[in-house]
């Protein structure tokens, strides 16, 4: 007999509050587990697209547009048989190359080699109109009758051929439809644009740094998204009339904002999460809190948070969101080590887009500045990932003064700015707060009341510089 899906709900915060505080944080984990056996037992039925960008930029220099070729060659022999998949040429306008049909073809021998034909026939020329691709694999998955879709999506320019807006309207209408990993290859590309289709797609989006390692990425995500099992995820959170959502994000394994794609239905708000595999990820939770609408030294249910799969079948046990009002600083001025974790990630993205920003305006000072904050935050939180990213942009000296490298490419910094969303989990999480080498409070942001670490330079919330205190 087949293993079913196992599911997991955990909520790590500080439910003590000052009578002053207005907000109350918790962190979500959510691990999904056995979904690799199901698969393997009775795979679902899946569809995936590549949008392949075929302007006439793709031509120069012309690896980019073979390296894209190859791609589309690796992920679809990637494909396992009765997946249905596409092949989506992208200039300023779109057309499915393969099938010749407008419903997607389904995975065997005979269609893979067909594709693979199709697509060394793809030859750069035209524009750049990304809200022409995502709305045909809109049409294209309403074609097919399947609830796991994916989209892989490569560009290598900036969205100029498409009118003001057409973007962000073609995304709210993809929105929940499909997800999209996008990829950026060269140095003439947009990684903002890049940053808003994940975000909206419940996607992921990078930088290529060298076309050879192009069709590796693209097997990796294609087999990714077939390794999702689950069409879809939704976490239930219920307020108390004292308490509302102020905001949700994805914080494990990207960051992304998740609070205008929450479904409200008085004070119960769902949320959807996509498709999932053998996987975790992690949630931040804010509600502000009326609290003078709590009774002091007693626990007061705030809210509470569950999961739930398919039509409404709830997989998990119910969770309580719980505040304690009091007047003892000792336990409501600590965070949670969860909490503080992750606003410590949300600090070390913005020190990373900060010095970007910096250093495209030429200022390179405050580049280095910035990033050799990114350097030390990355360094207290663990995150290899941004450490890697960071180094190929600065050189850090033995008495931690940073110097930005002579000769950065563009890709490398659109790699670290899309790398800021990128966070680090570990089992023993990082007291981010009140450590020994730190010694001393939390420190507490004049402007909106946020705690961060003693050693803390800026808010992780609102940005703004704490004072300092000598």
Known sequence: MPETPSFALQLSQNK????????????LTVRVGDAGATAAADPPRSAELLLVDCSSSMDWPPTKI???????RVAVDSLRDGVLFGVVECTAHARLVYPATAELAVAGDRTRHEAKTAVSGLIAGGGTAMSQWLDLARELFDRSPVAIRHAVLLTDGKNESDRMGALDAALDRCRGE??????????DWEPRDLQRI?????????AVLEDTELAGDFRWLVEQAMGRTVPDLRLRLTTMPYSRLRFVKQVFPTEVDLTAQCRAAGRVLELPTGAWGDEQREYHLCLDVEAAELTRHED???GTVTLLEGADAVVSEQLPVVGYLTDDLALSS?????VARITGQAELGRAVRAGWDAFEREDRAEAAREWGTAYRLASDLGNAEILKRLGRLIDVRDDGAVAIKE????????SLVLGSTISTYTAEPVAAVARADEGGAPRVCVHCGHKARPAAKRCGRCGEPFEDPS
Do not use: K, T, W
């Open 66 to 72: 073979e390296a894209a070729r190859h791609a589309c």
């Open 334 to 338: 600590v965070p949670d080590e969860n």
């Open 16 to 27: 003590y509050l000052a009578p002053s505080d207005e907000r109350m944080d918790a962190v």
């Open 407 to 414: 000769g950065v490419r563009p890709r490398d910094g659109f």
């Open 178 to 187: 499909f997800a999209c990993d996008a990829r950026g290859i060269g140095d």
């Open 300 to 302: 007061r249910l705030l």
């Open 198 to 206: 994940a975000a909206a797609l419940r996607g992921s989006a990078d």
